[in-house]
């Protein structure tokens, strides 16, 4: 059986342009920055204490929500679920609107699903939700934690203000850390 | 039994590799990499770098010009030991060891140990020296580890950088002492980079001061003559300094940073020091309006067995205000102030000093609008530079481009151009007079030594660059980057026939002045390709073509036509084994160039990170051949061949 050499080589060139795309389009892969944002959002969960009103007893679990279009891929469900925090699980959602996070202790909102906060803020706030965006304006709108990008390294600002208001202690240690904000 | 070349044979071994290909895309290693990030503390965190496209690199990429950027991670993976070294990953750039010590560098052409269309700045300081138009590259020693990127614009880009950035600009930039706090120590040593070692601390003070203070030292042994002797070469440098970065509020930084670099060379019967300190004060009021000021004071001593004795000392200001005008105009403009002074004294009777005091001054001022014809598609730029300096006057540099991004993958750009090289002190100035060739019999039947001699009537060299440029990502893990260039020079320096004749016993001396009698251009093109076949993978290839067409006088039009590789292939790999194991290696084929023939060589780096404080790291260089020869002898310095070399290096931060 003859089969021309040039056939596979075509086939190769195949596998490598398209091959390569489906295999990308079928798990869209998780940039590094939301890896480390990802673990960063477990972090901050372990440096902030919510008020004992938030939970039902001393075992259930800390609630994440993520706001809109979710970045994490499967990267955030891979970290909380076999991790603990004081003795509570961790629990992530994915949530549509801004009246649904009310349940949950920490909210991350995208850049790009800010706009469905608009007017949220104050019940957030009086709900007892970490609040934590990605956006410039994220911290003047009422949010406790800003993610910014220094060069190629992920940062973040707290406005410790926002933090009482909500009923939420931010340890020392986190505090030092972050580039201190004000409304 | 069969022939292991049979047609069927090779026929499976390609079968074999797509398979193989295949299995590594299919390959989904991002559940790992994400457990393990969430174990490390805050801080750990906080140091991680993310190679998410940043509004920074983004606006890299739609940049009207042939721009490479080499981070942090790709100096420290590269195993190169200086900066010099690591510009050999960058596709098209021209990287050749001159000796031991010293390195030529250029891109599109017109490379030598004196080239002098390439400008070069650290952290915004000018390290062209003004005395021959070149860089010292042995003097550029900065610590790798603390280098941020290194920006490479392969082209024209004198109308934001001014005069000199004809070929090329190369932007060393560090990182803030914000990002290098802690303690980071290393050390190494090899049998032809002998040993390495640096120190650097990194602190603060108070809440919105970070400092860093550093120092390194390197030494290299002799390269070798061919036949394989010792070529004598051998040598040393060492570097100290600090950096303070003040964070006075959000939108406003100040830096103050003051470096100090010797080294001897050709086994220490040469020396050179650098001394440097600078400040800058920048206020980003938005995304779209900032201001900056920057001052900085330099002074470059050499003392060479070859050359003469000269220190120079340089005063620049400069300051560089941007802001926008409605929706659809950006404007940045800038102003800037240079002042140099000269001390040359005689060391040998080959390089008189004629005129031991020089100074120069050059001032400066440029604008150019971004307008956005169509928001987030078509953006046109244009500018000018104007600058005067003190032997040819007022040199105007414009340029014109287009960037068209049809989609967020695809940015497709044209560019026009003109830049100058302004005469160095050696050509336009009467400070030195070099012996060049061989004594001859002229008027009179006397010998006379031919001598070169400074031309205060030399203009400008010129160009008017024409490029045009492509990149895409037409998958997720596969980025093609392309640039075609056009370049027309005129009034390119080079050495002119006798014009004085000064008879002496027992010789006379023939004046040779510098004259622009040398035009022509050049024409190729750079292509990158870069796939990421896994997480883990990272392979480049690299491909540039330059074709030169220089006239005027014999020899000199052919020795700056085949200056530089008319070919230059690279293949370059990064593998992660595991989070510990790396192997990174590069192959490059260089095409010939005058007085060198054609070679192939090959880096390797293996590194073993056995948690995020320590790293090991073997490397072997120019693997090859036992040595090979990378450029001629050139005037007032003798080259020798690149040996084959290997080294190991602990690095610790903590």
Redesign the interface.
Known sequence: MS?P?HC??L??LG???F???T??DA?P????????K???L??FTK?VEWPASRFSDATSPIVIAVLGRNPF???LN??VRE?KVNGRGLVVKIIDSADEAAAAHLLFVGADAEDRLAGKMDALQKAGVLTVGESPRFIASGGVINFT???????FQINPQAGEQTGLKISA??LK?A?I?RK | MKNPSSPKTRRRASAFLSGLLAASLHAAPSDETGRNLADLSLEQLMNETVTSVSKKEQKLNEAPAAISVLSNDDLRRSGATSVAEALRLVPGMSVASVNSSQTAVSARGFNSLYANKLLVLVDGRAVYSPLFAGVYWELQQTTLDDVDRIEVIRGPGATVWGSNAVNGVINIVTRSAKDTQGTLIYAGGGDVQQTMGGVRQGGRIGEKTYYRVYANEQSRDDYLLPGGAPAQDNWASQQGGFRFDHYADEATQMTWQTEMTSADFNDRQSDTYNFNTLGRWTRDWSDRSGLEFQTYYDRTHRDELTGAYTTIDTVDLSLQHRFGIGERNDVIWGLGYRHIDGKAKQTNPFLVVRSPDFDQQIVSAFVQDDIKLVPDKLTLTAGTKLEHNDYTGIEIQPSVSLVFTPTKRQTLWAAVSRAVRTPSVLEASPTFAPVFGAPFIGPGAILYVPTLVGNPGVASETLWAYELGWRIQPADRVSVDVSLFYNDYENLITVGNPSVFIPGVPTGIAELPWTNDLQGHTYGGEAAVTVSPSDHWRVTAAYSLLIANIRGPAPFAETSENSAPRHQVSLRSAYDFTKQWSLDGQVRFVDAIEGVPAYVTADLRLSYRPNDHLEFALVGQNLLDPSHPEQATAAFTASSEVPRGFYGKITWHF
């Open positions: 089969f050499r596979l080589w086939v190769f596998l490598l342009l091959g390569g795309r295999v990308c798990a892969e998780v940039s590094k920055e939301y890896q480390v990802a673990a960063f477990y972090n440096f891929g499967e990267e891979a970290i991790r990008l220094e060069a190629d390294k992920v940062r240690q986190l850390l580039m904000v």
